[in-house]
Protein backbone atom coordinates (compact mmCIF):
# COMPACT_ATOMS: atom_id res chain seq x y z
CA UNK A 1 0.00 0.00 0.00
CA UNK A 2 3.22 2.21 -0.11
CA UNK A 3 2.78 3.97 -3.42
CA UNK A 4 -0.39 4.79 -2.50
CA UNK A 5 -0.19 6.27 0.90
CA UNK A 6 1.28 9.96 1.87
CA UNK A 7 1.86 8.93 5.43
CA UNK A 8 2.92 5.23 6.45
CA UNK A 9 2.69 4.59 9.99
CA UNK A 10 4.30 1.10 10.94
CA UNK A 11 4.66 -0.45 14.53
CA UNK A 12 4.02 2.88 15.60
CA UNK A 13 4.88 2.94 19.85
CA UNK A 14 4.12 5.87 21.95
CA UNK A 15 5.04 6.28 25.44
CA UNK A 16 4.96 9.04 27.98
CA UNK A 17 6.80 7.56 30.54
CA UNK A 18 5.76 4.71 31.57
CA UNK A 19 2.01 5.20 29.64
CA UNK A 20 1.76 3.57 26.35
CA UNK A 21 -0.49 5.96 24.74
CA UNK A 22 0.13 4.19 21.01
CA UNK A 23 0.25 0.98 20.38
CA UNK A 24 1.08 -1.22 17.72
CA UNK A 25 -0.32 1.12 15.30
CA UNK A 26 -0.62 0.04 11.27
CA UNK A 27 -2.05 2.99 9.04
CA UNK A 28 -1.75 4.49 5.92
CA UNK A 29 -3.27 7.68 5.53
CA UNK A 30 -3.87 8.34 1.48
CA UNK A 31 -3.03 11.15 -0.57
CA UNK A 32 -5.19 14.32 -1.18
CA UNK A 33 -8.14 12.71 0.68
CA UNK A 34 -9.56 13.65 3.98
CA UNK A 35 -8.83 11.29 6.69
CA UNK A 36 -10.78 11.52 10.34
CA UNK A 37 -9.13 10.27 13.56
CA UNK A 38 -12.13 9.79 16.36
CA UNK A 39 -12.09 8.34 19.21
CA UNK A 40 -13.00 9.25 22.99
CA UNK A 41 -10.87 11.50 25.07
CA UNK A 42 -7.56 10.03 25.61
CA UNK A 43 -7.77 7.51 23.41
CA UNK A 44 -4.66 8.59 21.16
CA UNK A 45 -5.69 10.03 18.20
CA UNK A 46 -4.15 13.48 18.75
CA UNK A 47 -1.08 12.00 20.21
CA UNK A 48 -1.04 10.15 17.37
CA UNK A 49 -2.31 13.35 15.18
CA UNK A 50 1.23 15.41 16.61
CA UNK A 51 2.94 11.90 15.74
CA UNK A 52 2.87 13.17 12.52
CA UNK A 53 4.68 15.99 12.25
CA UNK A 54 6.72 15.34 15.52
CA UNK A 55 5.06 17.35 17.79
CA UNK A 56 5.19 15.35 20.75
CA UNK A 57 8.90 15.31 20.78
CA UNK A 58 8.19 18.39 22.59
CA UNK A 59 7.06 16.70 25.66
CA UNK A 60 9.39 15.04 28.32
CA UNK A 61 9.83 11.65 28.51
CA UNK A 62 8.32 10.56 25.42
CA UNK A 63 9.43 7.69 23.58
CA UNK A 64 8.55 6.95 19.97
CA UNK A 65 9.56 3.18 18.26
CA UNK A 66 8.40 2.21 15.44
CA UNK A 67 7.80 4.44 12.10
CA UNK A 68 5.78 7.09 10.35
CA UNK A 69 7.05 7.89 6.30
CA UNK A 70 5.89 10.58 4.76
CA UNK A 71 6.08 9.71 0.97
CA UNK A 72 8.53 6.58 2.06
CA UNK A 73 10.77 8.64 4.37
CA UNK A 74 11.24 8.09 7.84
CA UNK A 75 10.44 11.26 9.53
CA UNK A 76 11.87 10.10 13.13
CA UNK A 77 15.41 9.08 10.66
CA UNK A 78 17.86 11.47 12.21
CA UNK A 79 18.52 12.69 8.75
CA UNK A 80 15.02 13.82 8.56
CA UNK A 81 15.36 17.72 9.40
CA UNK A 82 12.70 19.28 11.82
CA UNK A 83 12.34 22.17 9.97
CA UNK A 84 11.63 20.60 6.56
CA UNK A 85 9.52 18.38 8.24
CA UNK A 86 7.17 20.86 9.87
CA UNK A 87 6.93 22.81 6.40
CA UNK A 88 6.31 20.49 4.76
CA UNK A 89 3.29 18.71 7.41
CA UNK A 90 1.69 21.61 9.38
CA UNK A 91 -0.23 21.65 11.91
CA UNK A 92 -4.00 23.58 12.77
CA UNK A 93 -4.82 23.67 16.38
CA UNK A 94 -8.62 23.67 18.51
CA UNK A 95 -8.04 27.49 19.19
CA UNK A 96 -6.54 29.83 16.61
CA UNK A 97 -3.74 30.62 17.40
CA UNK A 98 -2.81 34.15 15.52
CA UNK A 99 0.83 35.39 16.14
CA UNK A 100 0.19 39.43 17.85
CA UNK A 101 1.18 40.92 14.82
CA UNK A 102 -0.49 42.35 11.30
CA UNK A 103 -3.07 39.92 9.34
CA UNK A 104 -0.21 40.76 6.90
CA UNK A 105 2.70 39.11 8.95
CA UNK A 106 1.08 35.85 10.35
CA UNK A 107 1.00 35.16 6.52
CA UNK A 108 3.97 36.42 5.86
CA UNK A 109 5.98 34.82 8.83
CA UNK A 110 6.92 31.20 7.34
CA UNK A 111 8.20 32.41 3.97
CA UNK A 112 10.25 35.38 6.04
CA UNK A 113 11.97 32.13 7.73
CA UNK A 114 12.47 29.61 5.26
CA UNK A 115 14.25 33.06 3.34
CA UNK A 116 12.06 35.05 1.23
CA UNK A 117 12.92 38.70 1.91
CA UNK A 118 11.57 39.98 -1.38
CA UNK A 119 8.77 42.32 -0.67
CA UNK A 120 6.65 41.47 -4.16
CA UNK A 121 7.19 37.81 -3.74
CA UNK A 122 5.81 38.33 0.14
CA UNK A 123 2.98 40.15 -1.33
CA UNK A 124 1.92 37.78 -3.77
CA UNK A 125 2.47 34.95 -1.20
CA UNK A 126 -0.27 36.60 1.31
CA UNK A 127 -2.48 37.37 -1.34
CA UNK A 128 -2.37 34.33 -2.84
CA UNK A 129 -2.70 32.09 0.73
CA UNK A 130 -5.59 34.56 1.93
CA UNK A 131 -7.56 33.86 -1.26
CA UNK A 132 -7.39 30.07 -1.01
CA UNK A 133 -8.97 30.00 2.66
CA UNK A 134 -11.79 32.57 1.05
CA UNK A 135 -10.77 35.65 3.44
CA UNK A 136 -9.08 37.92 0.90
CA UNK A 137 -12.23 40.47 0.32
CA UNK A 138 -12.68 40.48 3.68
CA UNK A 139 -8.94 41.43 4.57
CA UNK A 140 -7.77 42.71 1.63
CA UNK A 141 -7.64 46.79 2.82
CA UNK A 142 -7.01 46.01 6.34
CA UNK A 143 -3.81 44.05 6.39
CA UNK A 144 -1.98 45.80 8.62
CA UNK A 145 -4.62 45.79 11.14
CA UNK A 146 -3.74 43.45 14.43
CA UNK A 147 -4.69 39.90 13.66
CA UNK A 148 -6.20 39.46 16.61
CA UNK A 149 -8.50 41.74 15.83
CA UNK A 150 -10.69 39.15 13.87
CA UNK A 151 -13.28 37.34 14.27
CA UNK A 152 -12.73 33.64 15.49
CA UNK A 153 -13.14 31.68 12.32
CA UNK A 154 -11.02 34.72 10.52
CA UNK A 155 -8.35 33.59 13.14
CA UNK A 156 -8.39 30.27 12.09
CA UNK A 157 -8.68 30.59 8.61
CA UNK A 158 -5.80 32.99 9.39
CA UNK A 159 -4.00 30.11 10.47
CA UNK A 160 -4.91 27.52 8.03
CA UNK A 161 -3.12 30.47 5.15
CA UNK A 162 -0.27 30.77 7.82
CA UNK A 163 0.40 26.85 6.75
CA UNK A 164 -0.86 27.42 2.99
CA UNK A 165 2.04 30.22 2.60
CA UNK A 166 4.70 27.41 3.12
CA UNK A 167 3.15 25.31 0.81
CA UNK A 168 2.76 21.78 2.89
CA UNK A 169 1.59 19.07 1.64
CA UNK A 170 -0.18 17.63 4.41
CA UNK A 171 -2.63 19.67 7.02
CA UNK A 172 -2.73 18.19 10.41
CA UNK A 173 -5.95 19.82 12.30
CA UNK A 174 -7.18 19.05 15.70
CA UNK A 175 -10.18 19.77 16.36
CA UNK A 176 -9.93 23.15 14.09
CA UNK A 177 -13.70 23.60 14.79
CA UNK A 178 -14.30 23.25 18.45
CA UNK A 179 -13.81 26.33 19.38
CA UNK A 180 -16.22 27.88 16.50
CA UNK A 181 -20.21 28.27 16.33
CA UNK A 182 -21.81 26.24 14.03
CA UNK A 183 -21.97 29.04 11.34
CA UNK A 184 -18.20 29.01 11.01
CA UNK A 185 -17.69 25.33 11.57
CA UNK A 186 -19.61 24.94 8.78
CA UNK A 187 -17.67 27.68 6.72
CA UNK A 188 -14.40 25.72 7.74
CA UNK A 189 -15.49 22.43 6.93
CA UNK A 190 -15.71 23.71 3.04
CA UNK A 191 -12.90 24.97 3.23
CA UNK A 192 -11.19 21.55 4.58
CA UNK A 193 -12.99 20.01 1.40
CA UNK A 194 -11.46 22.51 -0.66
CA UNK A 195 -8.25 21.96 0.53
CA UNK A 196 -7.68 18.72 -0.19
CA UNK A 197 -8.07 19.42 -3.95
CA UNK A 198 -3.99 19.91 -3.51
CA UNK A 199 -3.38 18.35 0.09
CA UNK A 200 -3.53 15.97 2.36
CA UNK A 201 -5.98 16.38 5.59
CA UNK A 202 -5.76 14.46 8.44
CA UNK A 203 -8.83 15.43 11.21
CA UNK A 204 -8.78 14.70 14.88
CA UNK A 205 -12.66 15.50 15.78
CA UNK A 206 -14.97 14.44 18.42
CA UNK A 207 -17.84 15.36 16.20
CA UNK A 208 -18.69 12.53 14.66
CA UNK A 209 -21.28 14.15 12.43
CA UNK A 210 -18.24 16.37 11.24
CA UNK A 211 -16.04 13.39 10.42
CA UNK A 212 -18.75 12.08 8.65
CA UNK A 213 -19.39 14.89 6.73
CA UNK A 214 -15.80 15.43 5.80
CA UNK A 215 -13.85 12.94 5.22
CA UNK A 216 -13.32 10.28 3.24
CA UNK A 217 -11.46 7.64 5.42
CA UNK A 218 -12.27 7.38 9.41
CA UNK A 219 -10.19 6.02 12.08
CA UNK A 220 -11.35 4.63 14.80
CA UNK A 221 -9.29 4.40 18.15
CA UNK A 222 -9.25 3.25 22.24
CA UNK A 223 -6.77 3.32 24.60
CA UNK A 224 -4.33 3.60 22.50
CA UNK A 225 -5.32 1.02 19.94
CA UNK A 226 -6.59 1.87 16.20
CA UNK A 227 -9.42 -0.25 16.40
CA UNK A 228 -10.69 0.15 12.37
CA UNK A 229 -9.83 2.11 9.59
CA UNK A 230 -12.06 2.42 6.42
CA UNK A 231 -13.84 3.96 4.23
CA UNK A 232 -15.69 6.72 6.33
CA UNK A 233 -18.76 5.37 4.61
CA UNK A 234 -18.41 1.83 5.74
CA UNK A 235 -16.93 3.25 9.12
CA UNK A 236 -20.49 5.34 9.66
CA UNK A 237 -23.00 2.62 8.03
CA UNK A 238 -21.20 -0.38 8.68
CA UNK A 239 -18.58 -1.11 11.01
CA UNK A 240 -16.76 -4.21 11.25
CA UNK A 241 -15.87 -3.70 15.25
CA UNK A 242 -18.47 -4.10 18.08
CA UNK A 243 -16.74 -1.55 19.36
CA UNK A 244 -16.73 1.49 16.81
CA UNK A 245 -20.54 0.37 16.22
CA UNK A 246 -21.19 1.08 19.84
CA UNK A 247 -18.97 4.66 20.05
CA UNK A 248 -20.59 6.09 16.66
CA UNK A 249 -23.98 5.00 18.20
CA UNK A 250 -23.62 6.35 21.22
CA UNK A 251 -23.66 3.09 23.34
CA UNK A 252 -20.70 3.67 24.81
CA UNK A 253 -20.15 3.08 28.30
CA UNK B 1 -25.48 1.44 27.69
CA UNK B 2 -29.32 1.20 27.08
CA UNK B 3 -30.20 4.48 25.13
CA UNK B 4 -33.57 6.87 25.20
CA UNK B 5 -32.85 6.50 21.68
CA UNK B 6 -33.41 2.66 21.99
CA UNK B 7 -37.36 2.90 23.21
CA UNK B 8 -38.13 5.17 20.02
CA UNK B 9 -36.45 2.51 17.96
CA UNK B 10 -38.57 0.05 19.62
CA UNK B 11 -41.31 1.95 18.80
CA UNK B 12 -40.74 2.11 15.68
CA UNK B 13 -40.22 -1.58 14.98
CA UNK B 14 -43.60 -2.64 16.79
CA UNK B 15 -45.42 0.08 14.09
CA UNK B 16 -43.59 -1.78 11.23
CA UNK B 17 -44.93 -4.87 12.79
CA UNK B 18 -48.11 -3.87 13.59
CA UNK B 19 -48.67 -2.71 10.12
CA UNK B 20 -47.32 -6.18 8.62
CA UNK B 21 -49.96 -8.07 11.02
CA UNK B 22 -52.35 -5.97 9.25
CA UNK B 23 -50.78 -6.40 5.99
CA UNK B 24 -51.20 -10.62 6.77
CA UNK B 25 -54.58 -9.93 8.12
CA UNK B 26 -55.62 -8.19 4.59
CA UNK B 27 -54.60 -11.07 2.74
CA UNK B 28 -55.90 -13.77 4.79
CA UNK B 29 -59.06 -11.85 4.73
CA UNK B 30 -59.03 -11.67 0.78
CA UNK B 31 -58.02 -15.27 0.61
CA UNK B 32 -61.05 -16.61 2.23
CA UNK B 33 -63.23 -14.20 0.70
CA UNK B 34 -62.66 -15.53 -2.34
CA UNK B 35 -62.92 -19.33 -1.30
CA UNK B 36 -65.63 -18.96 0.70
CA UNK B 37 -67.44 -16.53 -1.67
CA UNK B 38 -67.71 -14.47 1.29
CA UNK B 39 -68.61 -10.89 0.51
CA UNK B 40 -68.64 -9.43 4.10
CA UNK B 41 -64.56 -10.39 4.40
CA UNK B 42 -63.61 -7.98 1.19
CA UNK B 43 -65.56 -5.28 3.22
CA UNK B 44 -63.50 -5.31 5.72
CA UNK B 45 -60.41 -6.14 3.60
CA UNK B 46 -61.38 -2.40 2.97
CA UNK B 47 -62.05 -1.13 6.13
CA UNK B 48 -58.22 -2.56 7.00
CA UNK B 49 -56.61 -0.30 4.47
CA UNK B 50 -57.23 2.60 6.05
CA UNK B 51 -55.51 2.14 9.39
CA UNK B 52 -52.83 0.14 6.69
CA UNK B 53 -52.49 3.69 4.91
CA UNK B 54 -52.17 5.36 8.66
CA UNK B 55 -49.45 3.31 9.85
CA UNK B 56 -47.87 4.05 5.85
CA UNK B 57 -47.47 7.75 6.67
CA UNK B 58 -46.84 7.33 10.85
CA UNK B 59 -43.60 5.07 10.17
CA UNK B 60 -42.37 7.51 7.46
CA UNK B 61 -42.78 10.15 9.90
CA UNK B 62 -41.26 8.36 12.58
CA UNK B 63 -38.32 7.76 10.90
CA UNK B 64 -37.28 11.42 9.75
CA UNK B 65 -38.04 12.68 12.87
CA UNK B 66 -35.19 9.97 14.42
CA UNK B 67 -33.26 10.61 11.55
CA UNK B 68 -33.21 14.38 11.75
CA UNK B 69 -33.08 14.84 15.45
CA UNK B 70 -30.76 11.82 16.59
CA UNK B 71 -28.05 11.79 13.13
CA UNK B 72 -28.52 8.02 13.34
CA UNK B 73 -25.27 5.60 12.25
CA UNK B 74 -24.28 2.35 11.76
CA UNK B 75 -26.96 0.10 12.47
CA UNK B 76 -29.16 2.14 14.24
CA UNK B 77 -29.24 4.11 10.24
CA UNK B 78 -29.74 0.62 8.71
CA UNK B 79 -32.08 -0.36 11.08
CA UNK B 80 -34.23 2.91 10.22
CA UNK B 81 -33.51 2.98 6.38
CA UNK B 82 -34.90 -1.06 6.56
CA UNK B 83 -38.07 0.43 8.18
CA UNK B 84 -39.21 3.17 5.78
CA UNK B 85 -38.40 0.44 2.75
CA UNK B 86 -40.25 -1.87 4.77
CA UNK B 87 -43.61 0.44 5.19
CA UNK B 88 -43.49 0.81 1.38
CA UNK B 89 -43.48 -2.94 0.46
CA UNK B 90 -46.27 -3.21 3.61
CA UNK B 91 -48.39 -0.43 2.37
CA UNK B 92 -47.89 -1.85 -1.55
CA UNK B 93 -49.35 -5.84 -0.07
CA UNK B 94 -51.75 -4.20 1.90
CA UNK B 95 -52.89 -2.65 -1.95
CA UNK B 96 -53.06 -5.78 -3.84
CA UNK B 97 -54.95 -7.04 -1.03
CA UNK B 98 -57.43 -4.47 -1.76
CA UNK B 99 -57.65 -5.20 -5.49
CA UNK B 100 -57.76 -9.08 -5.03
CA UNK B 101 -60.62 -8.05 -2.68
CA UNK B 102 -61.78 -5.59 -5.80
CA UNK B 103 -61.54 -7.95 -8.15
CA UNK B 104 -63.87 -10.62 -6.31
CA UNK B 105 -66.63 -8.08 -4.77
CA UNK B 106 -67.07 -6.07 -8.49
CA UNK B 107 -66.79 -8.92 -10.42
CA UNK B 108 -65.91 -12.61 -9.37
CA UNK B 109 -68.83 -12.69 -7.38
CA UNK B 110 -70.97 -11.87 -9.79
CA UNK B 111 -69.99 -14.39 -12.36
CA UNK B 112 -70.73 -18.11 -11.76
CA UNK B 113 -68.19 -19.67 -9.63
CA UNK B 114 -65.29 -21.79 -11.13
CA UNK B 115 -63.21 -24.36 -9.48
CA UNK B 116 -60.16 -22.91 -11.14
CA UNK B 117 -59.70 -20.40 -8.08
CA UNK B 118 -57.21 -23.25 -6.56
CA UNK B 119 -54.57 -21.55 -9.10
CA UNK B 120 -54.79 -18.45 -7.07
CA UNK B 121 -55.10 -20.37 -3.44
CA UNK B 122 -51.97 -22.08 -4.04
CA UNK B 123 -50.34 -19.69 -4.55
CA UNK B 124 -51.53 -17.30 -1.70
CA UNK B 125 -50.43 -20.25 0.47
CA UNK B 126 -46.66 -19.12 -0.80
CA UNK B 127 -47.28 -15.19 -0.74
CA UNK B 128 -48.54 -15.50 3.03
CA UNK B 129 -45.50 -17.61 4.29
CA UNK B 130 -43.24 -15.62 2.70
CA UNK B 131 -44.49 -12.24 4.31
CA UNK B 132 -45.16 -14.19 7.35
CA UNK B 133 -41.04 -15.63 6.99
CA UNK B 134 -40.34 -12.09 5.86
CA UNK B 135 -41.52 -10.11 8.82
CA UNK B 136 -40.56 -12.63 11.61
CA UNK B 137 -37.15 -12.48 10.21
CA UNK B 138 -37.13 -8.14 10.41
CA UNK B 139 -38.68 -8.97 14.45
CA UNK B 140 -35.91 -11.81 15.83
CA UNK B 141 -32.89 -10.23 12.96
CA UNK B 142 -32.74 -13.58 11.81
CA UNK B 143 -30.75 -13.42 8.43
CA UNK B 144 -30.63 -17.42 7.73
CA UNK B 145 -34.68 -16.94 7.86
CA UNK B 146 -34.76 -13.76 5.71
CA UNK B 147 -32.39 -15.79 3.30
CA UNK B 148 -34.82 -18.48 2.83
CA UNK B 149 -37.54 -16.38 1.42
CA UNK B 150 -36.35 -15.07 -1.90
CA UNK B 151 -35.80 -19.37 -2.83
CA UNK B 152 -39.52 -20.04 -2.27
CA UNK B 153 -40.76 -17.02 -5.37
CA UNK B 154 -38.85 -19.08 -7.43
CA UNK B 155 -42.26 -21.69 -6.83
CA UNK B 156 -44.13 -18.79 -6.79
CA UNK B 157 -43.09 -17.57 -10.15
CA UNK B 158 -43.36 -21.36 -11.66
CA UNK B 159 -47.30 -21.23 -10.29
CA UNK B 160 -47.76 -17.83 -11.74
CA UNK B 161 -46.22 -18.76 -15.55
CA UNK B 162 -48.28 -22.35 -15.25
CA UNK B 163 -51.85 -20.63 -13.98
CA UNK B 164 -51.31 -18.10 -16.82
CA UNK B 165 -50.97 -20.60 -19.33
CA UNK B 166 -53.57 -23.04 -18.31
CA UNK B 167 -55.98 -19.75 -17.67
CA UNK B 168 -55.54 -19.00 -21.31
CA UNK B 169 -56.00 -22.15 -22.80
CA UNK B 170 -59.64 -22.34 -20.70
CA UNK B 171 -60.44 -18.91 -21.83
CA UNK B 172 -60.04 -20.26 -26.14
CA UNK B 173 -61.43 -23.49 -24.94
CA UNK B 174 -64.50 -22.50 -22.39
CA UNK B 175 -65.29 -18.45 -23.40
CA UNK B 176 -67.96 -18.38 -21.85
CA UNK B 177 -66.52 -18.44 -18.87
CA UNK B 178 -63.60 -15.80 -20.01
CA UNK B 179 -65.01 -12.88 -17.43
CA UNK B 180 -63.72 -15.68 -14.31
CA UNK B 181 -60.95 -16.54 -15.85
CA UNK B 182 -59.51 -12.94 -16.95
CA UNK B 183 -60.47 -12.38 -12.70
CA UNK B 184 -58.26 -15.27 -11.58
CA UNK B 185 -55.50 -14.02 -13.77
CA UNK B 186 -55.38 -10.43 -12.24
CA UNK B 187 -55.47 -12.59 -8.56
CA UNK B 188 -52.50 -14.51 -9.69
CA UNK B 189 -50.76 -11.23 -10.47
CA UNK B 190 -51.54 -9.98 -7.25
CA UNK B 191 -50.27 -12.76 -5.17
CA UNK B 192 -47.03 -13.04 -7.23
CA UNK B 193 -46.71 -9.32 -6.50
CA UNK B 194 -46.90 -10.01 -2.83
CA UNK B 195 -44.72 -12.81 -2.78
CA UNK B 196 -42.66 -9.98 -4.21
CA UNK B 197 -42.56 -7.86 -1.65
CA UNK B 198 -42.08 -10.25 0.58
CA UNK B 199 -38.73 -10.99 -0.92
CA UNK B 200 -37.80 -7.35 -0.99
CA UNK B 201 -38.52 -7.23 2.83
CA UNK B 202 -36.36 -9.95 3.19
CA UNK B 203 -33.46 -8.15 1.18
CA UNK B 204 -34.10 -5.49 3.47
CA UNK B 205 -33.88 -7.32 6.58
CA UNK B 206 -30.13 -8.77 5.47
CA UNK B 207 -28.75 -5.46 4.55
CA UNK B 208 -30.07 -4.52 8.03
CA UNK B 209 -28.40 -6.84 10.09
CA UNK B 210 -25.22 -7.44 8.17
CA UNK B 211 -24.88 -3.92 6.18
CA UNK B 212 -24.56 -6.37 2.85
CA UNK B 213 -27.01 -5.49 -0.05
CA UNK B 214 -28.02 -8.74 -2.24
CA UNK B 215 -30.56 -6.93 -3.94
CA UNK B 216 -30.30 -8.09 -7.71
CA UNK B 217 -27.15 -10.49 -7.17
CA UNK B 218 -24.89 -7.32 -7.31
Redesign the interface.
Known amino acids: MNNISKIETKALDLFYGHFQALKNIHVSIPPQKITAFIGPSGCGKSTLLRAYNRMNDLIKGVKVTGEVLLDGKNIYSSKMKLISLRKRVGMVFQRPNPFPISTYENVAFGPRIHGITNREQLDNIVETSLKATGMWKDVKDKLQISALALAPEQQQRLCISRLLAVEPEVLLMDEPCSALDPIATAKIEELILELKKCLTVVIVTHNMQQAARVSDYSAFMLLGDLVEFGETKEVFTNPKDKRTQDYITGRFG | ?1 E ?1 H ?1 DEDLKALKELVLRMGSLAEDMIQKAVKALIERNDALTKEVFQLEDEVNHLHVEVDDQCLKLIALH ?8 FITAAMKINSDLERIADHAVNASQTCHYHLFKETPVPQISFVTKMAEISQKMLKESLDAFSKKDVNLAKSVPEQDEEENRLKKQALNDLIELIQKDPSHAKQFVDLILLSKNMERIGDHAVNIAEDVIFMVM ?2 DIRHRF
Open positions: MRFQPMAADLRGK
